[in-house]
């Protein structure tokens, strides 16, 4: 490719021939040296986001993306939905129907600031200790608009 640069090769390919000797040689790739570490932190840059680049907001692929980051031996990190709750409705007055509602849960476990969530992620305990970066992953990948809970497993 045309951005990976050999650049011991390309000092001396620009070197005349009559030129290329030790000192100057060594003398020139000082010189070059920042450029040169410049260009190697721009491709591990590059690398990291061609990685990024590889993951969407796709279920699949936000649990592979929160399994290389967070659980990258064992990959116990998953994605599930929500499971249906049954909702009560209460009636209006002017129906003329029955106010019994059985039992009914006011606050239910998946909510988030009194908003169903969209989906759940199960991490395992030994890996709560990296929610910061779980959040932050969760975060960028999803959609906007959609919420999720973390629970430890």
């Known amino acids: 490719m045309?951005?990976?640069?050999?650049?011991?090769?390309l000092i001396l390919l620009l070197l005349p021939t009559f030129l290329r000797k030790p000192?100057?040689?060594?003398?020139?790739?000082?010189?070059?040296?920042?450029i040169?570490?410049?260009?190697?932190i721009w491709l591990r840059m590059r690398d990291d986001n061609l990685n990024k680049l590889s993951y969407?907001?796709?279920?699949?692929?936000?649990?592979k993306a929160l399994n290389d980051k967070?659980?990258?031996?064992?990959r116990r990190i998953y994605i599930d939905e929500v499971?249906?709750?049954n909702e009560n409705y209460i009636y209006q007055s002017e129906e003329n129907l029955d106010y019994?509602?059985?039992?009914?849960?006011?606050?239910?476990?998946?909510?988030?600031?009194?908003?169903?969530v969209d989906f759940i992620v199960f991490v395992p305990n030994d890996v709560t200790n990296k929610i910061i970066e779980i959040t932050a992953i969760l975060e960028f990948y999803k959609l906007p608009g959609k919420l999720y809970k973390i629970i430890a497993i």
């Open 23 to 34: 000192v100057l040689f060594g003398y020139l790739r000082a010189l070059i040296s920042p």
């Open 2 to 9: 045309w951005y990976k640069v050999d650049w011991d090769r």
């Open 36 to 40: 040169a570490s410049l260009h190697y």
């Open 70 to 74: 967070c659980d990258p031996e064992l």
């Open 83 to 85: 499971p249906e709750v």
């Open 100 to 116: 019994y509602l059985d039992t009914m849960w006011l606050d239910l476990d998946y909510s988030e600031g009194g908003e169903t």
């Open 56 to 63: 969407n907001s796709q279920r699949c692929y936000l649990r």
